[in-house]
């Protein structure tokens, strides 16, 4: 049973745009979302995360949206960079330790 | 500073031996986490590790996978018996306390085949 999906397995972008991640979960219990940048042959390294009292949050170019009635989250990078180029995975928490649940991943291609 | 390290980077293994693969965490993390991510998959929860002690053991797949930590650092995660299932990338994450909100720094795997 996959708590955490994301649905896109890849998206293409151009460099410039706006890139645009999704994710849904279906545990009510998750409280805490949190993504992940994973580059090949290395371990995935944490990006920006969201609790869910708020319902949006920003770093620098990457901005990560809750929204709870939907049990949906996305994450958007303005503007993308060819070094964005990645997997991007979503995550989430529902206990008072670090287990986390993964979705799939999405291969994010930014074109020059 | 020196991140999480795992060994070996690469298993390959036949069916039926038995395998042992390292992690190392950062220096002075308390929590340690085991995943693995089997091919189109997500990254899917083994074990934590508090300490030497492992209070969540929930994601461990069979009786045949055991883990422990010793000295509340160094983990080692034992695959008996192994399967052809059981090829994935398992990855070890280590964070300075088990807070929820305390960031796991990954280390970069080791992929395991089973033929």
């Known amino acids: 049973d996959q708590q955490v999906k994301q649905n896109s397995p890849s998206l293409s972008v151009q460099e410039g745009r706006i890139s645009i991640l999704n994710c849904d979960y279906t545990n009510s219990m998750f409280d805490y979302f949190l993504w992940y940048k994973k580059y090949p042959a290395e371990g995935p390294t944490f990006l920006i995360s969201?609790?869910?009292?708020?319902d949006k949050n920003e770093d620098g170019r990457f901005t990560v949206f809750l929204n709870k009635s939907a049990k949906h989250l996305s994450l958007h990078i303005v503007p993308s960079q060819p070094g964005d180029s990645a997997v991007y995975f979503c995550a989430a928490s529902g206990t008072s330790y670090g287990k986390l649940t993964f979705g799939q991943g999405t291969i994010l291609t930014v074109h020059p | 500073g020196a991140g999480v390290s795992q060994s070996p980077s690469n298993k390959v293994t036949e069916k039926g031996k038995d395998v042992e693969l390292r992690c190392d965490p950062i220096s002075g993390h308390t929590a340690l986490y085991w995943y693995r991510q089997s091919l189109g998959q997500g990254l899917e929860f083994l074990i934590y590790?508090?300490?030497?002690?492992?209070?969540?053991k929930s994601g461990l797949p069979s009786d045949r996978f055991s883990a422990e930590r010793t000295g509340g650092s160094v983990s080692t995660l034992t695959i008996q018996r192994t399967q052809q299932e059981d090829s994935a990338v398992y990855l070890c994450?280590?964070?300075?306390?088990?807070?929820?909100?305390?960031?796991?720094?990954f280390g970069p795997g080791t992929r395991l085949t089973v033929l």
């Open positions: 994450a280590s964070s300075l306390t088990s807070g929820r909100f305390d960031e796991q720094f």
């Open positions: 969201i609790s869910s009292i708020k």
């Open positions: 590790f508090q300490g030497n002690s492992a209070p969540d």
